[in-house]
């Protein structure tokens, strides 16, 4: 980010994107206009993407995460897995990798028979191999992402 003012916007609603437009304006140093004025800027030229609120996943019954990496059987084959996979809830994030594996995905489900079957539900939508990786504790995740001049 070449403004050193936009910098500190996008850090800020990084770390708390309930603040508000004053709150904001006083951590920045401008006017609340001026401040709502380059956040639209900001949205509109893509560096801000949205808002969305984090939630607890025990509390909406996930309690149990996963990653899965997917290696097609057919490397010849059409790559359309993130798309075949789109309609799948649990899979909260899809990511192109490096390595043996083509992607690796992140999941939520309910108990370990969901995870079985999710599995299933991935190998019957796309030709793949698998190999899953439980997460035992979460450390942190979703950490403010602010520009590194902010850091």
Same mark, same amino acid.
């Given at each position: /980010?070449?403004?050193?003012?936009? $910098?500190?916007?996008?850090?800020? %609603? @990084?770390?708390? &994107?309930? $603040?508000? +437009? ?6 920045? #140093?401008? *006017?609340? @206009? &001026?401040?709502?004025?380059? =956040?639209?800027?900001?949205? $509109? *030229? #893509?560096?801000?993407? #949205?808002? /969305? $609120? ?5 509390? %909406? #019954?996930?309690? =149990? *995460?996963? !990653?899965?990496?997917?290696?097609? +059987? ?10 075949? +996979?789109?309609h799948l809830a649990a899979v909260e994030a899809c990511h192109s990798i490096a390595g043996d594996a083509s992607y /690796? =995905? !992140? %999941? ?5 028979p969901d995870l079985e079957a999710l599995i299933r539900d991935i190998r019957k939508a796309v030709n793949v191999t698998?190999?899953?990786?439980? %997460?035992?504790?979460? !450390?942190?995740?979703?950490?403010? +992402? ?6």
């Amino acid at each position: /980010m070449q403004d050193p003012v936009d $910098a500190r916007l996008v850090a800020e %609603v @990084s770390r708390d &994107a309930r $603040a508000t +437009l004053a709150q904001l304006a006083a951590h920045v #140093g401008l *006017s609340t @206009s &001026a401040v709502q004025a380059r =956040l639209r800027r900001l949205e $509109a *030229s #893509g560096v801000i993407t #949205g808002y /969305m $609120a984090l939630v607890n996943p025990e509390a %909406v #019954g996930r309690p =149990l *995460s996963a !990653f899965i990496e997917i290696t097609p +059987l057919d490397p010849a084959q059409i790559d359309e897995v993130p798309q075949l +996979l789109e309609h799948l809830a649990a899979v909260e994030a899809c990511h192109s990798i490096a390595g043996d594996a083509s992607y /690796m =995905l !992140f %999941v939520r489900v309910a108990a370990p028979p969901d995870l079985e079957a999710l599995i299933r539900d991935i190998r019957k939508a796309v030709n793949v191999t698998t190999r899953t990786t439980v %997460v035992l504790q979460t !450390f942190y995740e979703n950490r403010p +992402l602010v520009p590194l001049d902010q850091a």
